[in-house]
């Protein structure tokens, strides 16, 4: 068992190492060879699919990789000299092994020198929630805009760094989280499954969005579109507590539930718009106008939820998974 005293000079060592180690390497750089003039040089970086192209300043570039590289495009990264800050020892290193996300040091001798990494985009990445407390050396995959306190960037302009609130994409920063900073809904926090293509169609345009639209829900979600929410992988507790007043006992034993992957669940419950628009017919006796009135009075007509059933009345619920 290692001494409370060895425990706290090995943190405090550890600390103290990555300082001087940053220390000493923005002096490497303020000596560096003068590249003249006062004008901000950064690398401009060109996105695709499955590439990314940096085209350099002279001096240092700071930037930071977008891509799951290939084995070459990591070997690539080790010849050019690319200077990483290893995880472990939380010192600057020479390395290629940069994951998403990740910012790494270059340095060109002359400007206009360019590279091109390849690599497969990594799904469902979400850049704020791959933050941790703490400083982080990282950079978006997006252009992205900081908001809400507790949350500060510095970027390198080629000559010395500089506070900002616009990060940008391929580009690499110095990224500082408070311990109550909140961060941002992910992403992909719900799918909308566009529907107009019709029971025709092969396939359904999706999009993601972050939180709910500014004007609510409106019908047009719940007649030719579909909204899901995701539910993220994770451990919980199911059922209530023995303590809890009104809780029967033995209907019920409260236990503990891992989902091994995320999934999607309808935020409404399936209408009968939106099943003609996928399977081309009401699953009603009772027939409908496409305005959302009812084409004839009956009294047997299937209800819903104590409701006649109508174009925007719900049936079912649906649950997607990702593939």
Not at 111 to 132: I, K, R, V
Not at 144 to 156: E, F, H, M
Request: aromatic share 12%; glycine share 8%.
């Amino acid at each position: 068992m290692i001494p409370k005293y060895q425990a706290h000079f090995r943190r405090v060592h550890v600390h103290f190492s990555f300082l001087l180690c940053r220390i000493v390497f923005l002096l490497f750089m303020v000596l560096s060879p003068a590249r003249g003039g006062d004008k901000a040089r950064v690398p401009q970086v060109t996105l695709s699919a499955n590439a990314t192209t940096y085209q350099f300043a002279a001096g240092w570039n700071l930037i930071s990789v977008n891509l799951e590289l290939d084995v070459a495009s990591k070997t690539l990264l080790q010849n050019r000299g690319a200077v990483v800050l290893d995880a472990n020892s939380m010192a600057y290193a020479i390395g290629g092994h940069v994951a998403v996300s990740q910012a790494c040091w270059i340095f060109c001798q002359a400007e206009g020198e360019t590279l091109t990494l390849f690599g497969d985009p990594p799904e469902n990445f979400d850049f704020f929630a791959s933050l941790q407390p703490g400083w982080n050396f990282a950079g978006p995959l997006t252009d992205r805009t900081l908001s809400g306190d507790g949350i500060v960037a510095w970027g390198w302009d080629g000559q010395r760094f500089r506070q900002t609130d616009n990060l940008v994409a391929g580009h690499g920063y110095w990224i500082y989280l408070s311990d109550d900073y909140v961060k941002p809904p992910a992403e992909d926090t719900y799918l909308v499954v566009d529907l107009s293509a019709g029971s025709y169609a092969d396939s359904y345009q999706v999009s993601y969005l972050s939180t709910p639209p500014e004007d609510g829900w409106t019908d047009e979600y719940k007649y030719t579109k579909m909204v899901l929410r995701k539910i993220p992988a994770g451990t919980f507790m199911m059922g209530s507590p023995e303590e809890e007043l009104g809780r029967y006992g033995h209907r019920e034993t409260q236990h503990q539930v891992t989902l091994t992957r995320d999934f999607y669940v309808g935020i409404f419950e399936v209408t009968q718009s939106q099943w003609r628009s996928v399977k081309g017919g009401y699953p009603s006796f009772l027939k409908m106008e496409p305005t959302g009135h009812s084409a004839r009075s009956s009294k047997s007509a299937i209800t819903t939820f104590g409701e006649p059933a109508r174009p925007g009345q719900p049936i079912m619920k649906l649950i997607a998974t990702p593939s």
